[in-house]
């Protein structure tokens, strides 16, 4: 065990981020009861456009949804075992198959029956987004469905064109949701909502900005029940709030040094999701005096990044920051396709060589000694080109490593297996 | 006589690099590789280019591990070994018109590791049952042409277009022909034949295939197979051009009389409707065309489209393959049993990798032949 160097303490915002994710869930459940509308989707959904809808409008996004499951290894293999029973293929996306589980076993994750959705409101740009919701619709007895393709390519090949395909298409959808609930579409809250979603994941980046600190003032395994509420919410004016008192006391201990990690000697980041039932590994990491400061995927997930006139990572700067007034419908959904565009996230679906670079500036950026690949198999949409990644940070000089498990489906997952590369790879560091 | 019809086609389909190295010899034109076949071929051709579809050679390998992860399809892996091993080398340039994340990593690794004069990935959309697609699509097919002008340092004119476009149309009617001997209640042709005759035509320049085809249909109406057709099969799923798989079930007294693969039907069986401005022509066929998986929602359009060539083509049951971990057709796999079976139409799933069970696969589809077969009286 490497000894102490720093002062720790727990977040003070924690119990604040676990309310309002606990909140959110209840919410949802509850909205029908209520008079609300609820819709469920992708966490990639353009969130911000239901919510012209009203401000009882709730969602539930599904890859946290199947993140809650997977932590939950008993019911996540029921949810498993319900989908093949079904005839669905235990390779495809373990979320996707927490979800279709769950509600094939009528059973929520929160408790209580399957909460049915108003209606299902997603994007696409991985191969499993739109079918996720097509199976949905179909188990759940044809529950209206709308998706927005977004695959026009990378963000430094953006285009009007391209633009305007994802514009249009929004277009139609809110006149499609007009139509399946009967509501009055109100601009105004989408541009509220598109100004909430702008501010709440550029803060998001500028929290994993701070990270580039010695000691890191968060550690990987805290981010995770930090940016999920990007995940869920990131549109709401709760979620931009938080995260601006999360950034404001993440600050402050950055300027006290006080660590995520009072022993932290050496400084790893990671790739894709964690094996969610497996959280411990972080914690055995920390043995060592490792910390993982976090990764593309917990920063650019829902974090949207500029590169600062220094040539730095940073927070990308909103539209209110800007000046921009959106005044309109179409000027509120342009900005909003365009703002997504630019999610780091979204870029390696079309090269694994930018997110090769990404990656290579958080080793730079985040003063990072090695890389831990999660070869998982449980995510094709966010594991496309990681051999490719894998070989441009070894060229790089790099030392990465790379585990094979599974997000969310945790018979594909070996914990003592993972231990003996990790501690392979330590020893590589110098860290063991 | 029975061979010979199909000997040709057969010859392009075994020789496809001898092939387009002669062709290249033969015009001093260029080659392209494309990864699936949402590529526009009719801009390629009317370049003057030979648009080529890259596949594998369905042999173990080991080429692939570093560069895409084991979770990802045997064909995207297979393709990418072509490529690492020098088998595509006559190629000047590598096209992919967006399709599913396995296939555009065979296509990003060989962009990476594979030196080409030229490549381009066209931003195809997914959402192809939205009308929005139709305008976004003509407009990447533009920026598509003038990159292949820039590329091949020719203008591509309406009469290059026009032409390309009827050549291509051709070929899928004459396909189309041929496909309605198969609709016989004695085919004239037995599925790896016609499997051979579509991904051929994927590899040789489509007027020297139309020659070929028009020969063949002269002869076809007087070809009688000296087989039995046995059960009438469908078979339906990921890419499958495997010759000793079909060969094997068709063998045991039954025969492939239709597929939805994009080796087969799906990919010839709409034309290019012409109209004033080409490009948005061009655009709306691939729109249009039989769905591949991954862009079948939110609707599902592939379940009519498979039960009506079920019935059109008198379907006593049928195979649903599918190359492991291939995503898209294991989230449409479910439906479409469920679909053909509530409509009378027996199926079995058997899912491949790069080599082929044979022995396994043959017991599996002999039990499933049997359940054909009328019930014997057992006492």
């Known amino acids: 065990m490497a000894e102490n160097k720093y002062e720790t303490k727990p977040l003070d915002c924690w119990n604040e981020a676990k309310q309002l994710r606990k909140d959110y869930y209840e919410n949802f459940a509850r909205a029908r009861k209520n008079g609300g ?5 992708g966490a990639w959904s353009f969130s911000a456009v239901p919510a012209g809808l009203g401000d009882d409008v709730y969602s539930l996004t599904g890859e946290p949804y199947g993140a809650t499951v997977a932590f939950n290894k008993e019911f996540a293999e029921e949810c498993h075992e319900a989908a093949e029973a079904k005839g669905y293929a235990r390779d495809l996306c373990a979320y996707m198959r927490n979800y279709w589980g769950s509600i094939l076993l009528d059973k929520f994750a929160w408790g209580g029956e399957w909460p049915k959705p108003d209606f299902l409101w997603t994007t696409h740009i991985c191969c499993s987004h739109a079918k996720w919701y097509q199976v949905a619709s179909e188990l759940e ?33 809110i006149e499609w949701m007009e139509k399946v609930t009967g509501r009055e579409y109100d601009d105004e809250k989408l541009i509220q909502a598109v100004y909430n979603e702008c501010r709440a994941t550029s803060l998001w980046a500028e929290i994993c900005t701070l990270n580039k600190t010695i000691p890191t003032p968060l550690d990987e395994k805290t981010m995770y029940s930090l940016y999920v509420l990007g995940t869920l919410m990131k549109h709401r004016k709760e979620c931009a709030d938080f995260y601006e008192k999360l950034r404001d006391e993440v600050k402050d201990r950055v300027a006290n040094k006080i660590a995520a990690v009072g022993n932290e000697r050496f400084r790893v980041m990671t790739d894709t999701q964690p094996p969610w039932a497996f959280l411990e590994l972080w914690r055995y990491l920390q043995k060592y005096g490792v910390v993982s400061i976090g990764s593309l995927y917990t920063f650019g997930l829902i974090g949207i990044f500029e590169v600062k006139e220094d040539g730095t990572w940073g927070p990308r700067t909103t539209p209110q920051e800007q000046g921009i007034e959106i005044e309109t419908r179409e000027e509120a959904l342009k900005t909003l396709a365009e703002w997504t565009l630019s999610r780091p996230e979204w870029q390696h679906f079309y090269s694994p060589e930018l997110k090769s670079e990404m990656m290579k500036r958080i080793v730079k950026e985040w003063q990072v000694d090695g890389v831990m690949l999660h070869y998982n198999r449980g995510c094709e949409g966010l594991t496309i080109g990681i051999a490719e990644n894998k070989l441009a940070l070894k060229e790089a000089g790099i030392p990465v490593m790379h585990f094979e498990g599974n997000m969310g489906d945790e018979r594909e997952f070996d914990l003592e297996r993972t231990k003996a590369e990790v501690d392979a790879f330590l020893e590589i560091l110098g860290a063991r | 006589m029975e061979q010979r019809l199909f000997e040709k086609f057969h010859e392009w389909y075994e020789n496809r690099h001898e092939y387009a190295k002669g062709w290249k ?55 990418l070994a072509q490529g690492l091993q020098g088998r595509y080398d006559y190629l000047n340039g590598i096209m992919i018109a967006q399709c599913c994340l396995h296939m555009r990593q065979a296509f990003t690794s060989w962009q990476k590791h594979i030196p080409q004069e030229y490549s381009y990935y066209l931003y195809m959309p997914h959402g192809i049952q939205t009308p929005r697609a139709y ?17 091949t340092g020719r203008e591509i004119t309406n009469k290059d277009l026009d032409h390309a476009i009827e050549v291509y149309n051709e070929n899928r009617r004459l396909m189309k022909q041929v496909y309605s001997f198969r609709r016989e209640k004695t085919p004239r042709l037995t599925g790896l034949e016609a499997m051979e005759m579509v991904v051929s035509s994927q590899m040789v320049d489509k007027e020297e295939h139309n020659q070929a085809l028009k020969k ?10 000296n087989r039995s057709t046995g059960t009438r099969l469908m078979v339906l799923g990921s890419e499958d051009d495997d010759v000793e798989f079909l060969s094997m079930v068709e063998s045991l007294d039954a025969t492939f009389v239709i597929e939805d693969h994009c080796t087969g039907s799906r990919y010839f069986w709409n034309e290019v409707i012409p109209q004033e401005d080409r490009l948005a022509a061009i655009a709306a066929r691939y729109i249009d065309r039989p769905a591949c998986p991954s862009k079948d929602w939110p609707k599902r359009t592939r379940l009519p489209h498979i039960l009506k060539l079920a019935k059109d083509y008198d379907v006593e049951g049928a195979i649903l393959i599918q190359q492991k971990f291939c995503d898209p057709h294991e989230l449409d796999i479910p439906a479409i049993r469920s679909h053909l079976e509530t409509n009378g139409i027996p199926t079995y799933f058997l899912e491949f990798d790069v080599t082929v069970p044979v022995g396994q696969f043959k017991t599996r589809v002999e039990a499933f032949l049997e359940t054909f077969q009328l019930p014997t009286d057992l006492f």
């Open chain 2, 25 to 79: 010899e033969r015009t001093g034109g260029k080659a392209l590789g494309y990864f699936c076949t949402y590529a526009p071929e009719e801009i390629i051709y009317a370049a003057g280019v030979l648009p080529v579809r890259i596949l594998g050679s369905h042999e173990a390998q080991s080429f692939t591990e570093p560069h895409i992860f084991a979770m990802f399809c045997p064909l995207c892996r297979d393709c």
């Open chain 2, 135 to 151: 305008p976004y699509l003509r407009g990447e097919l533009e920026d598509f042409k003038k990159s292949l002008e820039e590329w």
């Open chain 2, 216 to 225: 063949l249909l002269k002869e076809l109406p007087n070809r009688k197979l």
């Open chain 1, 141 to 173: 007895g044809n529950v209206p469905f709308f998706c927005v393709d977004v695959s026009v390519g990378p963000y430094n090949e953006r285009s009007e064109r391209k633009l305007n395909y994802m514009v249009s298409q929004m277009m139609d959808g």
């Open chain 1, 37 to 41: 509308i609820r819709w469920a989707g």
